[in-house]
């Protein structure tokens, strides 16, 4: 039976979601990109695989939206004082590697016979790392905080604006020519002017008027989009140019946190349709013309881009393990990648070759990343010692106070180390001070690092999970090490290493599970903080309490509350386990006692 045309495309969306959800299913129990998992449903339901979709023209323009909300966030989250502290030389490493990843793309695929347009595309492949990949997995890790989680996303904002600036010089039609090439500059120029322009005139009265309602905010924002991106295609740039600068016009307002949350959940929907409907279209071909280009840009992009950020890095003055954590996390090829690809071809600039050498670049190196990033801490321990040069080249240009050894350190003994300070860090801290113990603060976010400073506490900038850290916190003559940070893998690091250069010292570390626990204790830890089942010993002592006391829940609330904005008023500490602190203190104060 012959359906209609409106209800095959709800048919041929509904079978979309349904295939990328079942895929998205198996790649996750892999720990893949989700983004992988898009392509390869797409493959599976398109002409390539069992041809089950059948109205793909709509498809496509349904991936247009897509494209249009993922560069729409993009420039809503363009906040530049993300580059705090690292934004010049984060900037200037991005552009370097760029450069570089780009020349050397170009001359690889001149070397093996593309001509035209086709080097660009390929070396513009090679130039850029995933936002959207490397953002999450971050984020998932809790890193974007830590320095070298800064530097990152600094040097993906600069990377994606030089995409943005690429698709827009590529995005006319016709043979390359000087005044093509001026012509599209012009309008590029007249374009951000006139966008810049509207945000600073215009819309701030609009949106401090529609910000009173967030489904008004919504839509105001969503119309600025469209309207934006219509005035793009005018000038003869695509969707995608025009709904970044409708982001960047509006990034710099205080709504556009909420903006994010309101489209995020659209562009998550358009975005796997654009996926999946790319993994349609992808007929891929292994002819030695792909094949072998294929696996020496790969060479390029997981040892080349690699090898040379961590020079970059190290040249700058980040540390070795920085340097590292930097480097291979972004050694992979963005999304931009394959937005330019298939702009390639729809403007006929390149042919099925270049973008079957992008989609497998994006397959391979996605996956690959997944694994860095989850292995990353073994991988650093495994070739520290091969790495060592790179920290003369980056002694003499070291630039952050975070990641140098605490002179005033230097020759005290029986002091307490404190790993991590946020949360319960920060009540230990305390403890320590009132039973004034030297103390040092080893922290990986920068900016606790600077409150610690004006404080006066002893810090130093590092993560437990590097080796070099450890021996430069003088743990010869530490009585105690405490670890708030509950990675297994870190804290048994810190306590093969805290026992081996001082067989006497008390190792306090904490743990998310029970069996993370145990583990600990077999490896040599003297005691093991478990913050879920002690808040639930907590819980149950409140409840004990107002079981006996009905009335006196009023005065406990209070009191809390009093203790709670008293360490809010903290410059830098928002968050508080009582229950963690007070086991830690007692222990503490068990040990003052034995002495």
């Given at each position: 039976m012959q359906l209609p045309s409106e209800l095959s495309l709800f048919w041929d969306i509904g079978l979309i979601i349904a295939s990328a959800t079942v895929v998205a299913y198996v790649a996750r129990l892999l720990r893949q990109p989700l983004i992988l998992a898009y392509l390869i449903a797409g493959f599976l339901i398109g002409p390539g695989g069992f041809a089950l979709i059948t109205n793909q023209d709509?498809?496509?323009?349904?991936?247009?939206f897509g494209i249009a909300f993922l560069l729409f966030i993009v420039g809503l989250e363009l906040d530049l004082r993300k580059l705090k502290n690292v934004g010049?030389?984060?900037?200037?490493?991005?552009?370097?590697?760029?450069?570089?990843?780009?020349?050397?793309?170009?001359?690889?695929?001149?070397?093996?016979?593309?001509?035209?347009?086709?080097?660009?595309?390929?070396?513009?492949?090679?130039?850029f790392s995933s936002t959207m990949i490397v953002v999450k997995l971050l984020s998932?890790?809790?890193?974007?905080?830590?320095?070298?989680?800064?530097?990152?996303?600094?040097?993906?904002?600069?990377?994606?604006?030089?995409a943005i600036m690429a698709l827009s010089i590529l995005s006319t039609p016709g043979d390359f020519s000087i005044s093509t090439l001026s012509e599209s500059f012009g309008k590029g120029v007249i374009l951000l002017l006139a966008t810049l322009m509207t945000g600073r005139l215009i819309l701030p009265t609009v949106l401090r008027f529609v910000s009173r309602s967030q489904e008004l905010l919504f839509l105001t924002a969503l119309s600025i989009c469209f309207i934006l991106a219509g005035i793009a295609q005018i000038f003869g740039f695509s969707i995608a140019i025009g709904s970044f600068l409708a982001g960047l016009s509006i990034a710099s307002f205080p709504y556009n946190i909420e903006i994010i949350s309101r489209v995020q959940s659209l562009r998550d929907f358009f975005s796997t349709i654009f996926f999946v409907s790319l993994g349609m279209g992808m007929g891929i071909s292994f002819t030695a013309g792909v094949v072998l280009p294929f696996v020496i840009a790969l060479a390029m992009v997981i040892i080349g881009k690699t090898v040379f950020l961590m020079l970059l890095c190290s040249r700058f003055?980040?540390?070795?393990?920085?340097?590292?954590?930097?480097?291979?996390?972004?050694?992979?090829?963005?999304?931009?990648s394959l937005i330019l690809a298939i702009q390639g071809i729809r403007i006929g600039h390149t042919g099925q070759d270049v973008f079957s050498i992008t989609v497998l670049l994006m397959l391979v190196t996605a996956a690959i990343t997944s694994y860095l990033n989850k292995f990353e801490g073994l991988l650093y321990r495994g070739l520290s010692r091969y790495l060592s040069p790179l920290e003369r080249l980056s002694g003499f240009r070291r630039r952050f106070i975070y990641e140098a050894q605490p002179s005033h350190l230097e020759g005290r003994k029986r002091h307490v180390v404190v790993c991590g300070y946020h949360r319960m860090g920060y009540g230990v801290v305390k403890a320590l001070q009132r039973m004034e113990k030297e103390l040092l603060v080893i922290e990986f976010d920068p900016d606790i690092i600077d409150g610690l400073n004006k404080e006066g506490i002893p810090s130093m900038y590092g993560d437990i999970g590097d080796i070099e850290v450890l021996r430069r916190a003088n743990l010869s003559d530490t009585e105690i090490v405490i670890s708030t940070v509950p990675l297994l893998e870190d804290n048994l690091l810190l306590i093969d290493q805290?026992?081996?250069?001082?067989?006497r010292i008390v190792v306090i570390v904490t743990a998310s599970s029970l069996d993370h626990a145990l583990e600990l204790y077999a490896s040599g830890a003297d005691y093991v903080v478990l913050p879920k089942w002690l808040a639930g010993e907590k819980a149950a002592e409140l409840i004990g309490y107002y079981v006996n006391n009905p009335h006196g829940m009023e005065n406990l609330r209070h009191e809390h509350v009093r203790h709670i904005e008293r360490i809010k008023s903290e410059e830098f500490f928002e968050r508080y386990t009582p229950g963690i602190i007070g086991k830690i203190g007692r222990h503490l104060k068990r040990l003052s006692e034995a002495e």
């Open positions: 709509v498809i496509r323009t349904l991936s247009e010049l030389s984060a900037v200037t490493i991005a552009v370097l590697n760029s450069t570089v990843m780009f020349a050397l793309g170009f001359v690889m695929a001149r070397a093996f016979g593309f001509t035209g347009y086709a080097p660009v595309y390929l070396g513009l492949t090679l130039a998932k890790k809790n890193e974007l905080s830590t320095l070298h989680g800064r530097i990152i996303v600094a040097i993906l904002l600069t990377e994606d604006v030089i003055g980040y540390s070795v393990r920085t340097s590292f954590l930097t480097a291979t996390s972004l050694s992979q090829i963005s999304e931009f805290a026992k081996k250069i001082n067989p």
